[in-house]
């Protein structure tokens, strides 16, 4: 069974720390995604993870993957208010792409002033 | 990225009417779009895949003659919710890919009304 698990599931920080969101996969994966969702919105995508080692970086959000742990990190950096979103991860399994993405319960952020 | 339009935003209807969701792929043709759902506070669930000019494969739990989904063209596809219940309210978002390896990208979202 494909299984993406999260942690925290909701996680509330002050303004300028860090943090790191979890993400473990059940599976071999190929893909690994990370998006955020604003409330009452769809998602937005922002990060694609391909190979063991990734590593990406925009702004105060970097993702990695460690596809021998089936671990996918997402790290904040010393958060700012707009940061505050739910982020997924999501993953898919094959050569060049699932079918599907299996989604990640979720992480609930909250930056607090 | 390229752009995946979903229409309407936000919809309302009455128990028993059937109401249409149309996702298009504006800058790109799409082999494959794919139906989710999400409940409040919760994660996407996969409804059903549906690839251009075929019947769309559903998921387990997923009603067929309820949800219907039509993808009859390579920039467009629609689900109809057949005799909404207010159980069906949700919020209901399509992606879109090119083809198998490329990334599928997301609609803006239509969030459904049962009254």
């Known amino acids: 069974e494909l299984k993406v698990e999260q942690n925290p599931l909701f996680l509330s920080m002050q303004e300028g720390k860090n943090y790191t969101i979890y993400c473990n996969y059940s599976?071999?994966?190929?893909?690994l995604y990370w998006y955020r969702q604003d409330p009452g919105k769809s998602l937005e995508s922002l990060f694609v993870?391909?190979?063991?080692?990734a590593v990406k970086q925009e702004g105060r959000l970097m993702a990695s993957l460690d596809t021998k742990a089936r671990l996918s990190t997402l790290h904040i950096t010393a958060a700012v208010h707009d940061l505050s979103a739910t982020y997924f991860c999501a993953f898919t399994r094959s050569n060049f792409g699932n079918e599907k993405l299996t989604f990640g319960t979720g992480t609930r952020l909250t930056i607090i002033p | 990225g390229a752009v995946v339009s979903q229409h309407p935003s936000r919809v309302i209807c009455k128990s028993g009417t059937s109401v249409k969701i149309e996702c298009r792929s504006l800058?790109?043709?799409?082999?494959?779009m794919f139906w989710y759902r999400q409940f409040p506070k919760q994660s996407l669930m996969l409804m059903a895949t549906?690839?251009?000019?075929?019947?769309?494969?559903?998921e387990q739990g997923v009603e067929k003659d309820k949800f219907l989904i039509n993808h009859a063209s390579l920039t467009l596809s629609t689900l109809t919710v057949t005799s909404a219940h207010p159980e069906d309210s949700s919020f209901y978002i399509c992606?879109?890919?090119?083809?198998?390896?490329?990334?599928?990208?997301f609609g803006q979202g239509t969030r459904l009304t049962v009254v």
């Open positions: 992606s879109a890919r090119r083809d198998r390896a490329t990334e599928a990208f």
């Open positions: 549906s690839n251009e000019g075929s019947k769309a494969t559903y």
């Open positions: 800058d790109f043709q799409a082999t494959t």
């Open positions: 993870l391909l190979s063991n080692g």
């Open positions: 599976t071999t994966s190929d893909r």
